[in-house]
């Protein structure tokens, strides 16, 4: 049995420059199905968004979730006056793609081929995809899976690898090689996989403001405890203190950001699936975290 604090990643959240395009791009892709949109919502006081979303500066921030094969992904849309920089590229610390596993990606790449532009990826049978609202996508030959893949500076993969693992009880599954980087895949007892690659590049992570921002959110049956565990680990860094939504069509979920010991945003979430208010009446609805174990 596990002792992780957390059981698993329960979204991978990214920050695209218009978010009804990225929604569009997802469903055209991937078939991604939209489970709620929620704003413009402002900042409740002051400097709350830099402190508990890690965002640099105010904005009004759009969020929308899809899920896209099994798997929950968030997306923001942040607009204002602030400073919102473009995050490295993937293939690059810092940067963000999504990597989908096909039995068949030749016919995956023609099909996208309509909407986006694609190439050959440097590993064998393999197809790089950037979609027109700036998302990046890996295609590559496997049993049917999407993942989230974070490109993460040389110097940080080994222990970033070790802090999945050792204090937020991901297990290794595999291994993987997308946009000229290679990595490791990781999960947890159920949820989403991630791929871990080894990237040049030593500028800093995006900001959650900055298009390309991202963070991984672990799902936690509770979050103030598992807050504690990752305190008690050291190096982690809160992002305030967590938080309960009182409104809106994710009301009852429970969160805190986190920033891990080498800098990636990442997130404690306790979202109750089955009694959120979007649920009634919606044509898309998120995984739950129990319902979605890797293979
Ligand atoms: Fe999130």
Not at 71 to 81: R, T
Not at 123 to 148: N, Y
Not at 211 to 228: E, I, L
């Amino acid at each position: 049995m596990s002792h992780a604090p957390t059981r698993g990643i329960d979204h991978f959240g990214l920050t695209v420059a218009n978010l009804d395009d990225a929604v569009r791009d997802l469903g055209d892709a991937l078939g991604a199905g939209l489970c709620y949109v929620e704003g413009p919502l402002d900042e409740p006081y002051p400097g709350w968004m830099t402190e508990k979303l890690g965002a640099r500066g105010a904005f009004t921030l759009r969020v929308a979730a899809v899920n896209a094969r099994a798997v929950n992904l968030e997306l923001f849309e942040y607009a204002g006056d602030g400073p919102r920089r473009p995050g490295p590229l993937p293939g690059q610390a810092g940067g963000f793609a999504l990597l989908q596993r096909t039995p068949d990606p030749t016919a995956a790449a023609r099909e996208l081929a309509r909407v986006a532009a694609v190439r050959p990826a440097h590993a064998p049978g393999g197809f790089e995809v950037l979609l027109p609202s700036g998302i990046a996508l890996a295609l590559q030959p496997g049993k049917d899976e999407l993942l989230g893949a974070l490109f993460v500076h040389r110097g940080d993969v080994a222990p970033f690898v070790h802090e999945l693992q050792s204090v937020l009880g991901l297990r290794r599954t595999g291994g993987v090689d997308a946009f000229g980087a290679r990595g490791v895949v990781l999960a947890g007892e159920c949820g989403a996989a991630v791929a871990v690659l080894d990237a040049p590049g030593a500028g800093p992570r995006p900001a959650n403001s900055d298009v390309g921002g991202h963070h991984v959110a672990f799902h936690a049956d509770d979050v103030d405890a598992a807050r504690a565990a990752l305190l008690e680990a050291g190096g982690f860094v809160p992002l305030g203190e967590p938080e309960t939504i009182t409104d809106g069509p994710i009301a009852g979920d429970r969160w805190n950001y986190v920033l891990s010991p080498t800098g990636v945003q990442l997130e404690l979430i306790n979202l109750p699936d089955g009694t959120l208010p979007y649920e009634d009446g919606a044509a898309h609805t998120r995984t739950p975290i129990a319902r979605r174990v890797p293979a």
